[in-house]
């Protein structure tokens, strides 16, 4: 296959995949065992300083807020980042200077609440060094090339565009047409947290609605840490069978974490937390908000379900609740963006 441009990116979580097959093989066990435990084991034991990771969920969908916290509160540092479409979960990890490295699709802004003044401002200073961009389907079929055990895919995403000279995709000479097409290098980030809604003590997961690419990124990923709203029962899962989007075996940690997207949005449960995003995004202008926002909401609670108190308890969570379902108006104060 002639080559025709290889993009400047740095290729970051690549690893042949027969490498990748013996790995998964040797580490991933495949029977029915217990993966319950508590959060502080789960990063311990399966998150290292310098790792290349990724996150699941979309925007400020369905992230594990619970795995971030407890990484600050271990003080992991020098991470790589896949922020694929990263927005809080991202700006709260270069603000506490966990992440040092970005790989990015889209990054440092939180969508309709305006940019991320801590993430620009990391990146700006030179603290945090984007490696690599992508496009958000270009770092969707990295992890599928992963889950199917290529090297790398073929798409027709990204060409023409600076997007593609900062990646670490390559163009080549398509046998079959002789026209230009993207190969997108296959992606095995070394520990992954998704946030899911049920899932049983063995690993096998079941989320409600969209589920993006976490069905892919959970195959690719080495080391899988799984935060669920609530554990269910095995029997539940094998009644609903279908309804199992991530199998047990791809699962190293199960940590059931009520409201551990908070203060994103868990669809069907709770709505995201405005008032919350809002104080955030206003300490975070500067380094010494950052800091108040850290030790008062993170490293001043040892366990998330203290961190939820903080916040506003049970009565905030109703309230979310409600929002959800829309059973309050939109302006009421909680829902406002402050």
Known sequence: MKVLMEGEGELYGWMHPDDARRWMSDNKPRGLVDKTMPMSEAVAKFTRDGDYFAMGGFGHIRFSMAGIYEMIRQGRKNLCMAAKTGVHDVDVLVASRLVD??????????????????????????????????????????FKAAAMGLSWLPARVMLGTDTLRY?????????????????????????????????????????????????????????????????????????????????????????????????????????????????????????????????????????????????????KMEYLRKLEHLEVPLDAPWARRG
Not at 107 to 115: C, D, P, V
Not at 123 to 141: K, P, T
Not at 219 to 226: D, E, G, S, Y
Request: charged fraction near 30%.
């Open 101 to 142: 490295r970005v790989e990015c699709a889209y990054a440092f802004g939180h969508e309709l609440r305006g940019l991320s003044p801590a993430g620009r401002r990391r990146v700006e200073n030179g603290e945090v060094r984007v490696v690599g961009e992508i496009s958000n389907a270009g770092f969707q079929w990295r």
């Open 167 to 315: 990646s670490s995709s390559k163009v080549a000479e398509d046998p079959w047409t002789g026209l230009p097409i993207t190969l997108i290098p296959a992606c095995y980030p070394e520990f992954v947290f998704i946030h899911v809604h049920r899932c049983d003590r063995y690993g096998n997961c079941q989320i409600d609605g969209t589920t993006i690419e976490d069905i892919d990124l959970a195959r690719a990923a080495k080391r899988l840490i799984i935060t669920t709203e609530k554990l269910i029962d095995e029997e539940e899962v094998r009644t609903h069978p279908d309804r199992t989007v991530i199998p047990h075996f791809c699962v190293d940690a199960v940590v059931e974490v009520p409201y551990g997207s908070h203060p994103g949005n868990m669809p069907g449960l709770y709505y995201s937390d405005e008032e919350h995003m809002a104080e955030w995004l206003r300490l975070s202008r500067s380094d010494e908000g950052v800091e108040e926002y850290l030790d008062r909401y993170v490293r001043g609670v040892k366990e998330f379900n203290e961190y939820v108190e903080l916040v506003g308890g049970e009565a």
